[in-house]
Structure formats: structure tokens, C-alpha cells
């Protein structure tokens, strides 16, 4: 099967930047994933890698190396709403997608 | 609002109870995914649909049925369910199944509670 690794928690304070690994070990690699799902709410799509490098979006960037099997996910100038839970998930190569178990942060005044 | 709704909400049933849950997107996809959300545990894929033909089947028990009548509607038929099966169902659809960014988007999820 496959094996995708991230931190179970993480704590910041607000305006802070807080940045989250995930380690992944797949067959094949089709793309990289991180989704953030607020407490009884949907997950929702944040970003998307396939080559290596840093994808920025507003305050959320993204970065991938293929060689490493390694993403992270830099969230800048936290916000209070910001507390939620990210996921990773890795699309292998029968593009089937596998979710890390996610990253609680909590955003602290 | 993603474009993906999930009726009921919530759900409690007793294990000789028999359900369905409903998703529906608005989104014009090809692909639709049940999914199974237990606390501090990795998203399980259950079930895939692509063009309303099942592509996948993740080692499910048969006391979970899915129903793809059409390319916007999904069901997952619940019977004789056990209480580890109490969980969150998401349901999620992308534009195509396997090919390019395939970016799914989720429904906000039905809350299963098995007594």
C-alpha cells in the first residue's frame, strides 16, 4: 500500500508562518494534493504539484521534490480561520489517490 | 458551497436498520468517489464511478452498496451495518477519472452513527 506521513498536530500563533512536511512512498507518482478541511466541514482543494518546485498561491504555497518523496505546504500571515486540518494526498501511478491522516493546526492569538 | 451536496446530514441507525446516503453534484462530472473518514485516520476510498460505470472497489464489505444511476447521482445503500462502520461518508466528484490534475471536490459529508 501506500505510506504518506505527516505531523498530527501543530500549534502557531497568529500572523506567524507555519509550514507542514509530508513524506510520501508510492508506486509511481502522479500528482500532489493538499486539501484543507475545516471541524465538520468538507475538505476543500488548496493546491496541486506534479513537478518539483513551489506553487504560491496567496499566502499558501506549496513545494515538491519528486527525488525525496517530500511536499510541504507554508501557510503565511496565519488567521484565526486558518485552524483546521490539511491533508496530503499522493496520486500514484494508476492514479489511484492515497490521504495522509492530516495536520490539526491550531492558530493562537 | 463546492458544488457537492450530501443528504442526510447526519444519520443514526441500528444495525438491523437499512439506509441510503445520497450525493449529488452540480458540477457536470464525469467521476464520483465515496470515501470513509474515521477520527485521526487517512481518507479510505470506498468506491469509484467514471461516466456511471464502477472503476474501483477498495475490498468493501457487501453491507455497502453503491448506486450511480446517472453521472450527477450517487448513492451508498447501507445494510446491517456494524458499530465500526460509524463514520464520516464524504462524497467527492472530479471533471474525468485518471487523466490530468483531476482535482476532486468534496461534499460536506454525512455523520454515521451505527448503535
Known amino acids: 500500500g501506500q505510506n504518506i506521513d505527516q505531523p498530527t498536530e501543530m500549534t502557531a500563533t497568529e500572523g506567524a508562518i507555519v509550514q507542514i512536511n509530508c513524506t510520501y512512498q508510492?508506486?509511481?507518482?502522479?500528482?500532489l494534493f493538499w486539501y484543507q478541511q475545516h471541524a465538520g466541514e468538507a475538505p476543500t482543494f488548496l493546491s496541486y504539484?506534479?513537478?518539483?518546485g513551489l506553487e504560491e498561491k496567496g499566502r499558501f504555497s506549496s513545494f515538491l521534490s519528486r527525488s525525496k518523496g517530500y511536499s510541504y505546504l507554508l501557510l503565511k500571515e496565519l488567521q484565526m480561520k486558518d485552524s483546521a486540518s490539511y491533508l496530503c494526498?499522493?496520486?500514484?501511478?494508476?492514479?489511484?489517490?492515497?490521504f495522509g491522516a492530516g495536520t490539526t493546526v491550531t492558530v493562537r492569538a | 458551497e463546492t458544488g457537492v451536496t450530501q443528504t442526510p446530514r447526519h444519520l443514526v441507525m441500528g444495525m438491523t436498520n437499512k439506509k441510503s446516503l445520497k450525493c449529488e453534484q452540480h458540477?457536470?462530472?464525469?467521476?464520483m468517489y465515496w470515501y470513509k473518514q474515521s477520527a485521526k485516520k487517512p481518507l479510505e476510498l470506498m468506491f469509484v464511478?467514471?461516466?456511471?460505470?464502477?472503476?474501483e472497489n477498495n475490498s468493501v464489505p457487501s453491507r455497502f452498496s453503491p448506486e450511480c444511476p446517472n453521472s450527477s447521482h450517487l448513492f451508498l445503500h447501507l445494510h446491517t451495518l456494524q458499530p465500526e462502520d460509524s463514520a464520516l461518508y464524504l462524497c467527492?466528484?472530479?471533471?474525468?477519472?485518471?487523466?490530468?490534475?483531476?482535482?476532486?471536490?468534496f461534499g460536506p459529508g454525512t455523520r454515521l452513527t451505527v448503535l
Open positions: 458540477l457536470g462530472h464525469n467521476a
Open positions: 508510492t508506486s509511481g507518482f502522479n500528482g
Open positions: 464511478y467514471s461516466l456511471e460505470e464502477r472503476v
Open positions: 494526498a499522493v496520486r500514484d501511478r494508476d492514479y489511484k489517490l492515497s
Open positions: 504539484n506534479v513537478l518539483d
Open positions: 467527492a466528484s472530479s471533471q474525468d477519472y485518471a487523466r490530468g490534475p483531476d482535482t476532486q471536490y
